[in-house]
C-alpha cells in the first residue's frame, strides 16, 4: 500500500472511532444542556435532580465532543495533503538557467 492508501484508511477509521461518536455526544451534549435549563423538566442525572447537574455535564459533553469531531479533521488533513517537495542534501542541485 502506498502512502495515499494508508491515509485513506486512516482517516475512514478516525472517522468511525471518534467522529461518530463525537456527534452522538454532541447531540446528547446539547439536548442535557437544554433539558437543565428548562423550568419543571423531569431530571434525573447519577440520582442528583439538580438542574445544575445536567447543565455542567452538557456542556462538558459538548467541550469534549468538539475534540473528537476536531481529530477526524486534523487526520484527514495531515495524512492526505500533498507534502511539499523536498530536495536531497546528498544530491546536486539543477543548474540555473
Known amino acids: 500500500m502506498n502512502n495515499k492508501n494508508t491515509g485513506i484508511i486512516a482517516t475512514i477509521a478516525s472517522v468511525l472511532l471518534c467522529g461518530c461518536p463525537g456527534i452522538f455526544m454532541c447531540?446528547?451534549?446539547?439536548?442535557?444542556?437544554?433539558?437543565?435549563?428548562?423550568?419543571?423538566?423531569?431530571?434525573?442525572i447519577n440520582g442528583s435532580s439538580d438542574p445544575?447537574?445536567?447543565?455542567?455535564?452538557?456542556?462538558?459533553?459538548?467541550?469534549?465532543?468538539?475534540?473528537?469531531?476536531?481529530?477526524p479533521i486534523a487526520v484527514g488533513f495531515f495524512t492526505l495533503r500533498k507534502k511539499p517537495a523536498t530536495v536531497s542534501d546528498h544530491e546536486p542541485l539543477p543548474p540555473t538557467s
Open 52 to 71: 445544575t447537574a445536567a447543565i455542567s455535564l452538557g456542556i462538558t459533553l459538548l467541550c469534549v465532543s468538539i475534540i473528537f469531531i476536531a481529530i
Open 27 to 44: 447531540f446528547m451534549g446539547a439536548m442535557y444542556a437544554f433539558v437543565g435549563s428548562v423550568p419543571g423538566a423531569d431530571i434525573d
